[in-house]
């Protein structure tokens, strides 16, 4: 049976960092495009950023570019996203995903996570 469970969420100010993890298990994450979205209240969810199995390429969202870095650990079948320079606009319900090509759309995505919450706030 193929999880995926985030953690690290939490309660930020503005200007800090928090990092993410999505730990991976029924699937080894060599074979699968491993990314995150999330979803704020009242609008739709939306890719943030992902990473390609093979050679590691990855993509982001130009709202995250610059603060925001994925990486993965495929030993510990894990996948971080580190969030820096964190913004009011940043606080929604992060959510890791896996499919077999780049995460661009939900349409993408084979594998849901359950969420972790994000609030950027003073």
């Known amino acids: 049976q193929v999880q995926l469970v985030e953690s690290g969420g939490g309660l930020v100010q503005p200007g800090g960092s928090l990092r993410l993890s999505c730990a991976a298990s029924?699937?080894?994450?060599?074979?699968?495009?491993i990314g995150w979205f999330r979803q704020a209240p009242g609008k739709e969810r939306e890719g943030v950023s992902c990473?390609?199995?093979?050679?590691?390429?990855?993509y982001y969202a130009d709202s995250v570019k610059g603060r925001f870095t994925i990486s993965r650990d495929n030993a510990k079948n894990t996948v971080y996203l580190q969030m820096n320079s964190l913004k009011p606009e940043d606080t929604a319900i992060y959510y890791c995903?896996?499919?077999?090509?780049?995460?661009?759309?939900?349409?993408?995505?084979?594998?849901w996570g359950q969420g972790t919450q994000v609030t950027v706030s003073s």
């Open positions: 990473i390609s199995p093979s050679d590691g390429n990855t």
């Open positions: 995903a896996a499919g077999p090509r780049v995460l661009l759309s939900a349409y993408d995505v084979a594998y």
């Open positions: 029924g699937f080894i994450l060599n074979y699968y495009v």
